[in-house]
């Protein structure tokens, strides 16, 4: 068997297991943004270096969900240079509580932060933050990863423990599931797939849920399909004052 095929073999076994064990969570998870936004409350997204790709993915994008906020934080993307810098930027304690109090949240809103590990400093300080204002905390992680590190932050704390809900995306420790030979390190990671997989099934049931309400969900369309653009704008302009990436 080739590595491709063993890859591919991981992945499905997964995100059978995320199937397996992770749909309560995704509904508990859905039902808790469903609510938020039936009150007139804000949804929020945070994830530092790699774990960011999460808030991109549920973001601005075709069939996604307009009222997810992104939290971007300076210095912790990938388009940072050097790159190596991330790293250093998610252990600065200190760093979550100026950038959360930059965004409009309040009492009721909910924050979905993604951190595979959740042992650095910056995602725990930002579930902490959260905790404190109010807000409903849904976490994606690596169980398995974070219960077998130990935390970074002074609270002695990993995000999955301060969390309301908590979502595995059930990858190993390391998030690499392939070894070649005798090399140490192994390759393939596969928290990006895992994650993308359970957050756009939790915005599918969040908008099934809506549409139950009654309420035509406010969804992007493809800009390249005609008609896209026009129907677009008039949903930004209908939920304007939820949304804060525009």
Request: net charge neutral; charged share 25%; aromatic share 8%.
């Amino acid at each position: 068997m080739s590595k491709i095929e063993e890859y591919f073999d991981e992945v499905e076994k997964i995100l059978a297991k995320v199937r397996e064990t992770q749909i309560k969570g995704i509904e508990e998870a859905a039902n808790a943004i469903a609510e938020a936004v039936l009150k007139g409350n804000n949804i929020f997204i945070f994830g530092a270096s790699h774990s960011g790709m999460m808030a991109e993915e549920l973001v601005y994008r075709a069939g996604g969900f307009m009222l997810i906020n992104p939290i971007f934080a300076p210095g912790l993307s990938l388009s940072e240079r050097p790159v190596n810098r991330t790293s250093k930027l998610e252990r600065l304690e200190g760093f979550a509580k100026i950038l959360l109090e930059s965004y409009p949240v309040k009492k009721g809103d909910v924050l979905i932060i993604a951190s595979v590990s959740g042992r650095n400093p910056v995602p725990v300080e930002m579930a902490l933050e959260a905790k404190d204002k109010g807000l409903t905390v849904i976490t994606l992680t690596s169980l398995d990863y974070s219960k077998n590190v130990t935390s970074r932050h002074k609270s002695g704390k990993k995000v999955y423990e301060l969390a309301d809900i908590v979502l595995d995306d059930c990858c190993p420790k390391g998030d690499a599931v392939l070894q070649i030979g005798k090399f140490p390190q192994k390759v393939a990671p596969t928290s990006t797939i895992a994650g993308a997989y359970i957050l756009n099934s939790m915005i599918a049931r969040v908008v099934e849920i809506l549409a139950e309400k009654g309420i035509e969900p406010p969804v992007f369309i493809s800009g390249n399909l005609d008609g896209g653009d026009e129907y677009n704008s008039r949903k930004l302009a209908e939920y304007k004052d939820r949304i804060f990436y525009m």
